[in-house]
T-cell receptor, first 114, second 114 residues
Framework: KAGVTQTPRYLIKTRGQQVTLSCSPISGHRSVSWYQQTPGQGLQFLFEYFSETQRNKGNFPGRFSGRQFSNSRSEMNVSTLELGDSALYLC?????????????FGPGTRLTVT | AQSVTQLDSQVPVFEEAPVELRCNYSSSVSVYLFWYVQYPNQGLQLLLKYLSGSTLVESINGFEAEFNKSQTSFHLRKPSVHISDTAEYFCAVSDTGGGNKLTFGTGTQLKVEL
């Protein structure tokens, strides 16, 4: 069974631009969560989607948004990029939206904002 | 709200020596507890989890963790480490009330030396 895939793996953008990151969950998984990982702030929860509905949202500005499609694939978008948005963005998929189910993480997208 | 504290940012240890990585949490609600491992340039992998029942949980590669409710701790231990255990280890909690949101600690870099 294929794991969680994230595209692209690496991305370089300029301040003020916007970016869209994609996450394809494991087949059959209906929950997708997104995390931002930085050396300074560590791993921070962005949002969670289940069956195309946002289930949970972290404390990030409105520039960060996401969505989930009917095939469970998810995208996150960051508008008006800032230097501080440089990070590794990880997505995780799970069978259900109960915390007891294992979450499987993708390799991440490394975003660099210059 | 929940928080997770990993007091040790780095733990150097010689191969075949025992190791303990400490994790304390704070939460106003019941939580599930997790340990994740991250190898360089990779996503997170679940090492072990505590959901309920026996307070001692074990992984397939020799790690174990014990849930201590009174001390709100979930320390990770291994009696004999290997070079291949060198990685960053993250303790995390999620609310038992539903949802997959994980709150992570800041991580502990385990460096195993010959």
């Amino acid at each position: 069974k294929a794991g969680v895939t994230q595209t692209p793996r690496y991305l370089i953008k300029t301040r003020g631009q916007q970016v869209t990151l994609s996450c394809s969950p494991i087949s059959g998984h209906r929950s997708v969560s997104w995390y931002q990982q930085t050396p300074g702030q560590g791993l921070q929860f962005l949002f969670e989607y289940f069956s195309e509905t946002q289930r949970n949202k972290g404390n990030f500005p409105g520039r960060f948004s996401g969505r989930q499609f009917s095939n469970s694939r998810s995208e996150m978008n960051v508008s008006t990029l800032e230097l501080g948005d440089s990070a590794l963005y990880l997505c995780a998929s799970s069978l259900a939206d109960w915390g007891s189910y294992e979450q499987y993480f993708g390799p991440g997208t490394r975003l660099t904002v210059t | 709200a929940q928080s997770v504290t990993q007091l040790d940012s780095q733990v150097p240890v010689f191969e075949e020596a025992p190791v303990e990585l400490r994790c304390n949490y704070s939460s106003s609600v019941s939580v599930y507890l997790f340990w994740y491992v991250q190898y360089p340039n990779q996503g997170l992998q679940l090492l072990l989890k505590y959901l309920s029942g026996s307070t001692l949980v074990e992984s397939i590669n020799g790690f174990e963790a014990e849930f201590n409710k009174s001390q709100t701790s979930f320390h990770l231990r291994k009696p004999s480490v290997h070079i291949s255990d060198t990685a960053e280890y993250f303790c995390a909690v999620s609310d038992t009330g539903g949802g997959n949101k994980l709150t992570f600690g800041t991580g502990t870099q385990l460096k195993v030396e010959l």
